[in-house]
């Protein structure tokens, strides 16, 4: 069975940092592209970042542009989420998925559940 559990999160200060953890069983990260997604309270779920690791390409929401770092250890079969200067506004659970492609508007949607995700709380 895929699955994916993030882990990581916690409560930290404005300009802090924190790094999320995604570990992949029953496949390979090369398979497909892991997708960060977060939800923050009252508002809709959105994509943060995604990393195809089979060639390396990432690609990085607006918001967190030179802030946040995806990254990953095929050797673990994980995939990070390295997030620095953390704003309030960066406060959502955090859910990482395996995607076809980078798909932020889910047209053809996610691998598997979306799990449980793992909460981040940015206070000021």
């Known amino acids: 069975e895929e699955q994916l559990v993030a882990s990581g999160g916690g409560l930290v200060q404005a300009g802090g940092s924190l790094r999320l953890s995604c570990v992949a069983s029953?496949?390979?990260?090369?398979?497909?592209?892991i997708s960060w997604f977060r939800q923050a309270p009252g508002k809709e779920r959105e994509g943060v970042t995604c990393i195809t690791t089979s060639d390396g390409g990432t690609y990085y929401a607006d918001p967190v542009k030179g802030r946040f770092t995806i990254s990953s250890d095929s050797a673990k079969n994980t995939v990070y989420l390295q997030m620095n200067s953390l704003k309030p506004e960066d406060t959502a659970v955090y859910y990482c998925?395996?995607?076809?492609?980078?798909?932020?508007?889910?047209?053809?949607?996610?691998?598997?559940?979306w799990g449980q995700g793992t909460r981040v709380t940015v206070s000021s």
């Open positions: 029953g496949f390979h990260l090369d398979e497909y592209t």
């Open positions: 998925v395996a995607q076809i492609g980078c798909d932020f508007d889910l047209r053809i949607g996610v691998l598997g559940s």
